[in-house]
C-alpha cells in the first residue's frame, strides 16, 4: 500500500488493546527519514504505547520504481535506522551529518510513549545478512510469506541455524512471521476467490 502509516493511524484510534503492527517502512523512500520516526512516534502516542515498528530494507520494486542504486541499499538502511533511533530517544535539537541524510536541526515530534522505543520489528525475505544485523541489534526478524509454507519452513530453518551459530538463544521473540491466508466455506472456494490475487 501506498502509506502503511495511515492505516496504522486508523487502527491505533479505532482499536483499545491490540498490538498495531505497521509491517513496515521502507526508510529510503523518505526524505528526511525523520517523517518516520515522527509518524511512528505519533501512532504510538494515539495508540497508548502499542506500536510495533516495522522497518525494513526495501527490494527489487522500490530500487526499480524509483530508480534507487541497490549497491548501498543496506548503507543507507543503517543510517536511517540510526537516525529514526535517535530521534526517539535523544532530546532535539541535534544536527545529522551523514553519508545519505544531511540535517542541520532535527528536533522530533512527538516523542513515542514507549521508552526507550517502540518494539522494532526488521520485515524480510530472509537474507542471512537481514538476520545477522537484526540478531546483532536485538530486533525481531519477521518473515514475510508470499510463497507457501514449504518455503516459508526453509527459511525459518535457516533462521534458527544462523541464531544458532550466532550464539543466540531460541527466543520466539526473535521472530516474527507473516503468511498470507485465505479463508472459505471449501478448500476450493478458497482457490477460486484467492488463487489470482495471491499470485498477483
Known amino acids: 500500500m501506498p502509506s502503511p502509516n495511515l492505516m496504522g493511524s486508523i487502527l491505533a ?29 505519533m501512532i504510538d502516542v494515539i495508540s497508548g504505547g502499542r506500536l510495533i515498528a516495522g522497518l525494513v530494507v526495501g527490494g527489487g520494486p522500490e530500487y526499480y520504481s524509483f530508480s534507487m542504486n541497490p549497491t548501498n541499499a543496506r548503507a543507507m538502511f543503517q543510517e536511517g535506522m540510526d537516525l529514526v533511533l535517535r530521534a526517539w530517544t535523544e532530546p532535539g535539537p ?45 530486533y525481531v526478524f519477521c518473515y514475510l ?24 538463544d531460541r527466543n520466539p521473540y526473535r521472530a516474527g512471521f507473516a503468511q498470507v491466508v485465505g479463508v472459505a466455506e471449501s478448500r476450493q472456494q478458497a482457490l477460486d476467490l484467492y488463487t489470482e490475487p495471491a499470485e498477483y
Open 94 to 138: 541535534f544536527e545529522h551529518y551523514g553519508e545519505f541524510w544531511k540535517l542541520k536541526y532535527v528536533n522530533p515530534w512527538p516523542r513515542p510513549i514507549q521508552k526507550p522505543h517502540p518494539t522494532v520489528w526488521i520485515p524480510g525475505a530472509g537474507s542471512v545478512e537481514t538476520w545477522r544485523w537484526a540478531a546483532e541489534m536485538d
Open 13 to 41: 484510534r479505532q482499536t483499545k488493546r491490540v498490538k498495531i503492527a505497521v509491517i513496515g517502512n521502507a526508510l529510503r523512500l523518505y526524505n528526511p527519514v525523520t517523517r518516520v520516526a515522527e509518524e511512528f512516534a
Open 145 to 168: 510469506s508470499y510463497y507457501g509454507y514449504k518455503m516459508a519452513r526453509n527459511v525459518m530453518k535457516g533462521f534458527w541455524e544462523e541464531m544458532a551459530r550466532l550464539g543466540k
